[in-house]
């Protein structure tokens, strides 16, 4: 806690990096989420292969529930359940918790 900013929120100390601890670009963009001032971050909605395994997980989830709703259909549960697993083994395998900003 010892790099905190001073008593005041844009002063000179909120441009300065070695305050920050990073780069000048760092310590500008803390300068203006400080200041509540707008500024847009990055369009970045991660990669293609994280949304093919939200869709996996997603298409299992549906078709299990639905399998369940208008049946029970044991066998579709159960596939559906394994196409849940598998879109959430290559979640992990891809590592797509890592695709924030």
Same mark, same amino acid.
């Given at each position: 806690?010892?790099?905190? $900013? #001073?008593?005041?929120?844009?002063?000179?100390?909120?441009?300065?990096?070695? @305050?920050?601890? #990073?780069?000048?670009?760092?310590? *500008?963009?803390?300068?203006?989420?400080?200041?509540? =001032?707008?500024?847009?971050?990055?369009a970045?909605?991660? *990669?293609?292969?994280?949304?093919?395994?939200?869709?996996?997980? @997603?298409?299992?989830? $549906? =078709?299990?529930?639905?399998?369940?709703?208008?049946?029970? =259909?044991?066998? $579709?549960?159960?596939?559906a359940?394994?196409?849940?697993?598998?879109?959430?083994? $290559?979640?992990?395998? =891809?590592?797509?918790?890592?695709?924030?900003?």
């Amino acid at each position: 806690m010892a790099d905190q $900013l #001073g008593s005041s929120t844009m002063g000179e100390t909120a441009a300065e990096p070695a @305050v920050t601890g #990073g780069s000048p670009e760092d310590a *500008r963009m803390l300068a203006y989420q400080v200041s509540g =001032t707008f500024t847009p971050y990055p369009a970045f909605h991660g *990669r293609k292969v994280s949304w093919a395994a939200v869709a996996t997980i @997603v298409a299992g989830f $549906l =078709t299990g529930g639905l399998a369940l709703v208008f049946g029970p =259909t044991w066998w $579709l549960f159960w596939a559906a359940a394994g196409l849940a697993a598998v879109g959430g083994l $290559l979640a992990l395998a =891809t590592n797509m918790f890592e695709d924030w900003y």
